[in-house]
Structure formats: C-alpha cells, structure tokens
C-alpha cells in the first residue's frame, strides 16, 4: 500500500493494510528487521546519507524499517500527518514536550492528568525554569484564564485518568491558537478508533502503545503523532538521547494494530453495559463513564467521541461521615478487589484480559489525598479496565466481589 491509497480506505482497513513495504521475497506477514545498523555500497554513500543528502536507513537508534511500518500503520489510522515511536508511553509525553520546551517556556497542562505525568512536570520540567500552570479540566472559565496570556504548549488527557473527565479539545484549541501555543492530547483512553484528537483541533497526540494498541499485555512502546514540523522535532531529540523502540516491539504492536478496532469496539460495548448496570448497584456510590446519561459532561463527549472506551471508573459505597481518603474507604475497595476471581488486579489498562486498578495507592499514589481529591479521586476508588471475557462471566464477577464489601 502506497501513501496514495490511504485517503481511499476507512480505519479498520488501514489497520490491517497501511504501511506494510514488502521485501523481494513478498513475504505475507510483516519481516522484523533486527539489526542494529546498515551497510552502505561506498564511502561516498553513507557520508551523503549523515549529511542528510540523500535519506536512507543509517542505524536502528534514528529509524529501522520494522519501526516505520508501525509508524506508517498508526499514523494513517489516526489521520495524522507523521509518528514517531518510542520505547515507552512515559518516553512518548516526556519527549511530546520536551522536544519544543526549555528554560523560560510555559506549559499549561490539565490538573487531571496520569501521575508519572505530573511528577515530570513537577519534578523535571520546573526545575529546569519552565513555568507549570494547572487548570481545572472541565472548566472553560479557567482554561480562559491560564490561556489568557501566552503560552508555549498545552498538555491534556480527554478522558482523564482515571476520573473520566471529558475535556473540550476544539475549545481549547482555538483558546491554544490565541496563545501561540501547541495543543497536545493524551488520547490514550479513548484510542485512535474512539476520538479523533487532530480533527477537534490538537495539533499533537500522545500514546502509550503499551495499553490498548497492544492490548495482550506483551510489550512497552509509545508514539508522538502531529504535523510532520513537529514530529521531526521529536524525532531529532530521540535520535540523541536513545529513547527508541526496538524494533522486536513495534512488530508486536503494528500487528497489534491489525485487531484493534475489533478488540476497542467489543470491549467498549461491554464497559457501557456495564456501567449502566454498576451505576444502579447499591454498593457502587458512583460510576462513571462518558457516555452514560449522568456523566457531568455526557453530551460534550457524545458530540467528541464515537466510542466511549472500555475504562469504568467506580467509588465503593461507604457508610455515611467515613473519611473518602481515609483507611475505611480504602478496606472497601480493597474488600471488593481481592474477591475479584475472572478480572485481575494491576495498574494496566486496554488489555484483552480485564484489570482492576486502585489508582490511590498506585497510579496516583504521589500525588497524596490532597490532590487526588482535587481531581475527584477517593481512596474507594476503582478503575476497572474492561476485556473481552463475556460480559455475563464479567458482570457475575463484579456482583459476587461487590457482595464481599
């Protein structure tokens, strides 16, 4: 498949056709080229292709051909412009920004955001004297405000981890063009086949490849998508400070790729049947997803999102004056999720087998009660990442864990 035919295809074909580049010996799966560099015919040849000349494979740690066709195939489903891939989804925000960021600069990032996030930002980013301004996710009032004044990039989840929060992207996306800076999507939750950050007006997405698009609990990876300016600017600090894919990897992942609108669209049916029916049980305080009626922000994520993903986050009931951050609400949920016997306690999410997730004491655990509750996050809190088991055997799962709390 050529990059004239892409525009002719829908997403679950390209998923399965785009970027495959055949070897004479027309091979039906994708080869896996392992090796660490390239030999060249003359001298002449490889001083061209280091002066930039002539563009050709040089070594693994620039690019490899295994690692192109994943590129090729993820770009082409999510309609961005380039992608580069990196070792680790953490790799992938990390250099999404660090990549156009130095001293002086200012980010505007969303306070709901996956914890190793905020502790780069934290920890990192404003000891290297870039300003971090933190904004409610899901008021325009105070993205209007942060945005009021210049900026160099902006920095959301939509939905936000783990709390579902739905964020405006097309509205801070006009606010990001008044302020001059380069709007970035963690799209991780809604994947390429739900929500379409580029087309809402971000000009970058972010993906840890190591959740839905591999999806079988195999590999690490990540990709930076965008404007093909932005993603070379991406490109060029990997290549210096190594954060690469192996090629082992992004073989598992663009195969992976061949079955992810199959798997995000039956796993995210599943989570919507059963957020309807974990919203009405009497030990679940709250449920919440985006595309259930009671979401705060159910008609912004119907007009923004095709799918509603396969996360569903719940609060445990507790009695009444029991501290939500406190050692009795955690029992709770750790009541309920060491009876689980078919879902499977873990901090992944977007996998085939379905996971059960405590963020307070894992995902989100630095970012201590006081900030947890800035997000919404109690310590009855449960993500529950949805598989493809039956739904039956998953629903009579969560009933018999929910009868131990």
Same mark, same amino acid.
């Given at each position: 498949?050529?990059?004239?035919?892409?525009?002719?295809?829908?997403?679950?074909?390209?998923?399965?056709?785009?970027?495959?580049?055949?070897?004479?010996?027309?091979?039906?799966? @994708?080869?896996?080229?392992?090796?660490?560099?390239?030999?060249?015919? *003359?001298?002449?040849?490889?001083?061209?292709?280091?002066?930039?000349?002539?563009?050709?494979?040089?070594?693994?740690?620039?690019?490899?051909?295994?690692?192109?066709?994943?590129?090729?195939?993820?770009?082409?489903?999510?309609?961005?412009?380039?992608?580069? $891939?990196?070792?680790?989804?953490?790799?992938?925000?990390?250099?999404?920004?660090?990549?156009?960021?130095?001293?002086?600069?200012?980010?505007?990032?969303?306070?709901?955001?996956?914890?190793?996030?905020? =502790?780069?930002?934290?920890?990192?980013? *404003?000891?290297?004297?870039?300003?971090?301004?933190?904004?409610?996710?899901?008021?325009?009032?105070?993205?209007?405000?942060?945005?009021? *004044?210049?900026?160099?990039?902006?920095?959301?989840?939509?939905?936000?981890?783990?709390?579902?929060?739905?964020?405006?992207?097309?509205?801070?996306?006009?606010?990001?063009?008044?302020?001059?800076?380069?709007?970035?999507?963690?799209?991780?939750?809604?994947?390429?086949?739900?929500?379409?950050?580029? @087309?809402?007006?971000?000009? $970058?997405?972010?993906?840890?490849?190591?959740?839905?698009?591999?999806?079988?609990?195999?590999?690490?990876?990540?990709?930076?998508?965008?404007?093909?300016?932005?993603?070379?600017?991406?490109?060029?600090?990997?290549?210096?400070?190594?954060?690469?894919?192996?090629?082992? =990897?992004?073989?598992?992942?663009?195969?992976?790729?061949?079955?992810?609108?199959?798997?995000?669209?039956?796993?995210?049916?599943?989570?919507?049947?059963?957020?309807?029916?974990?919203?009405?049980?009497?030990?679940?305080?709250?449920?919440?997803?985006?595309?259930?009626?009671?979401?705060?922000?159910?008609?912004?994520?119907?007009?923004?999102?095709?799918?509603?993903?396969?996360?569903?986050?719940?609060?445990?009931?507790?009695?009444?004056?029991?501290?939500?951050?406190?050692?009795?609400?955690?029992?709770?949920?750790?009541?309920?999720?060491?009876?689980?016997?078919?879902?499977?306690?873990? =901090?992944?999410?977007?996998?085939?087998?379905?996971?059960?997730?405590?963020?307070?004491?894992?995902?989100?655990?630095?970012?201590?009660?006081?900030?947890?509750?800035?997000?919404?996050?109690?310590? $009855?809190?449960?993500?529950?990442?949805?598989?493809?088991?039956?739904?039956?055997?998953?629903?009579?799962?969560? @009933?018999?864990?929910?009868?131990?709390?």
């Amino acid at each position: 498949m050529t990059a004239d035919d892409v525009p002719a295809f829908r997403p679950d074909t390209l998923a399965v056709r785009a970027g495959q580049h055949r070897t004479p010996f027309d091979e039906m799966a @994708e080869p896996i080229f392992l090796t660490q560099g390239y030999i060249y015919p *003359t001298a002449a040849e490889a001083e061209a292709a280091f002066a930039g000349e002539i563009q050709r494979y040089q070594y693994s740690r620039y690019a490899n051909p295994t690692v192109t066709m994943f590129e090729e195939r993820l770009a082409a489903i999510e309609g961005a412009e380039d992608c580069f $891939a990196t070792a680790t989804g953490m790799a992938a925000v990390f250099v999404s920004m660090a990549s156009i960021l130095k001293s002086g600069s200012r980010l505007v990032a969303s306070r709901a955001l996956f914890g190793s996030s905020i =502790n780069v930002f934290d920890e990192y980013f *404003t000891g290297w004297d870039i300003a971090v301004d933190y904004v409610d996710a899901t008021d325009p009032a105070d993205w209007e405000r942060a945005l009021a *004044t210049p900026a160099d990039a902006i920095y959301l989840e939509s939905p936000t981890n783990p709390m579902q929060d739905v964020v405006d992207i097309p509205h801070v996306a006009a606010l990001a063009k008044k302020a001059g800076a380069l709007l970035i999507v963690d799209n991780v939750f809604a994947t390429p086949i739900g929500q379409k950050p580029l @087309e809402l007006g971000a000009d $970058a997405v972010v993906y840890s490849a190591t959740k839905h698009i591999d999806g079988q609990g195999r590999v690490l990876g990540g990709a930076v998508l965008g404007g093909a300016e932005y993603v070379d600017k991406v490109r060029q600090m990997v290549r210096n400070i190594g954060a690469t894919i192996s090629p082992f =990897n992004a073989w598992v992942l663009g195969k992976s790729l061949e079955t992810l609108p199959i798997r995000v669209k039956a796993q995210s049916a599943s989570a919507l049947e059963l957020a309807g029916w974990l919203e009405a049980h009497p030990k679940v305080a709250v449920a919440r997803y985006p595309l259930l009626p009671s979401h705060p922000q159910h008609e912004l994520a119907a007009r923004q999102m095709t799918l509603g993903g396969t996360l569903v986050t719940i609060d445990i009931a507790f009695p009444e004056g029991v501290d939500p951050h406190g050692d009795e609400a955690k029992a709770a949920a750790f009541r309920f999720m060491d009876a689980l016997k078919v879902i499977d306690i873990s =901090n992944n999410l977007g996998d085939a087998k379905s996971i059960a997730t405590h963020p307070a004491t894992t995902t989100h655990r630095k970012l201590g009660p006081e900030g947890r509750a800035k997000v919404g996050m109690s310590a $009855a809190t449960v993500r529950l990442s949805i598989g493809l088991e039956d739904v039956e055997d998953l629903r009579a799962d969560l @009933e018999q864990a929910l009868a131990a709390v």
